[in-house]
């Protein structure tokens, strides 16, 4: 199955992506790295999706680990 991506989240997402990002940095941190059903379906439905090209996205994991 191939994935499919979107240039935005579902609204529901999107909604919820807003509300996250009005927070601090360590709780936006903290909100997107849970493991938790919301921390999962938010990595799912991230806003990002294409933003960076994959050489730029494999750089920041690099840089990351």
Not at 1 to 14: E, G, L, N, S
Not at 20 to 31: C, E, K, M, N, Y
Not at 35 to 50: V, Y
Not at 55 to 60: I, S
Request: no cysteine; charged share 25%; proline share 9%.
């Amino acid at each position: 199955m191939r994935a499919i991506f979107t240039a935005a989240p579902p609204p529901a997402y999107a909604a919820q992506w807003e509300n996250v990002l009005s927070r601090p940095i360590d709780r936006i941190a903290r909100v997107i790295s849970e493991d938790t059903q919301t921390g999962q379906d938010l990595r799912q439905n991230s806003p990002f999706t294409g933003i960076l090209s994959e050489p730029e996205r494999r750089r920041v994991i690099e840089i990351a680990a």
